[in-house]
């Protein structure tokens, strides 16, 4: 049996063909001798997404590729990744270099760094984003801390990487982008420390959000994103089911608040 890699990084693709390339080299350079994995979730893609990962996978020896064939969300795409990985340390982040992979070994030197690695789940805090974008962050970071009742900003922001056993106590999670609120609730509830690390976020290269087209798209966002943590809060782990009227933002890997 191979030596399973001490970090596992997961990106979730959705029709995301013509910036595949770009990401995986992106990795190539800034990974350099790193012992990692790099797992692209194809997200039930339905353009030409496989036949780019068929096609370029075996040039990049890191990289390997996991298909779903019905997109059932953002947060099921990670999840699914995630329970892929063969590393210790685990990592998820975006595929659109929004976010640089640099980032996520900047993060994971600080994940080492931690007094307690193991109980410890580093995340971005991102920089250069819009006012617009600001404040719908703010706005769900206050409401996430107020019902929560413990501090929780930049909720959204990526990467994020943390010991693999955050997974033994992810047992029923949302498979939208309330993905990233529920790991972070269930890090804190169960005595984890949250640390951040400042990333840029510039425009994104490739593809577009389905939760931020509009003033309307970023309200109905908002408005599940509260019915949810609401629900976590009173019921703990529980998932709740996408909405049909839901099925833009449920389909779409991109990121949310």
């Known amino acids: 049996m191979p030596i399973p890699p001490q970090l596992s990084v997961v990106l979730p693709c959705y029709n995301e063909a013509r910036g595949i390339e770009a990401i995986l080299n992106r990795f ?4 350099e001798s790193r ?6 979730v194809d997200n039930g893609s339905r353009d030409n997404t496989p036949d780019v990962l068929r096609s370029l996978l075996p040039k990049y ?4 590729s996991v298909r779903i064939e019905v997109n059932q969300g953002y947060g099921h795409g990670i999840y699914t990744g995630l329970k892929a990985a063969r590393g210790e340390v685990l990592a998820w982040s975006h595929a659109d270099l929004q976010t640089d992979p640099g980032d996520i070994f900047r993060a994971l030197k600080e994940y080492r760094a931690a007094t307690q690695p193991a109980r410890t789940l580093v995340k971005g805090h991102r920089h250069g984003r819009r006012l ?3 404040v719908v962050s703010f706005g769900m970071g206050t409401i996430a801390t107020l019902i929560f009742r413990t501090p929780l900003w930049e909720i959204n922001a990526q990467p994020k990487v943390f010991h693999r056993n955050l997974l033994d106590h992810a047992t029923n999670p949302p498979i ?3 993905f990233d609120v529920y790991m972070l609730v269930q890090a804190k509830r169960n005595g984890w420390n949250l640390s951040s690390i400042a990333v840029q976020f510039p425009p994104r290269q490739y593809g577009h959000s389905n939760w931020a087209r509009t003033w309307k798209s970023k309200a109905r966002t908002m408005w ?3 019915k949810y943590m609401l629900r976590l809060a009173v019921r703990g782990d529980d998932r709740v089911p996408a909405s049909p009227d839901a099925a833009p933002n449920a389909v779409s890997h991109k990121k949310a608040a």
């Open 132 to 134: 617009g974008e600001r």
């Open 176 to 178: 939208d982008f309330n």
């Open 61 to 64: 020896p890191f990289a390997r």
């Open 224 to 226: 599940r994103s509260f």
């Open 28 to 31: 190539a350079e800034v990974s």
């Open 35 to 40: 012992d990692f994995e790099l797992i692209l």
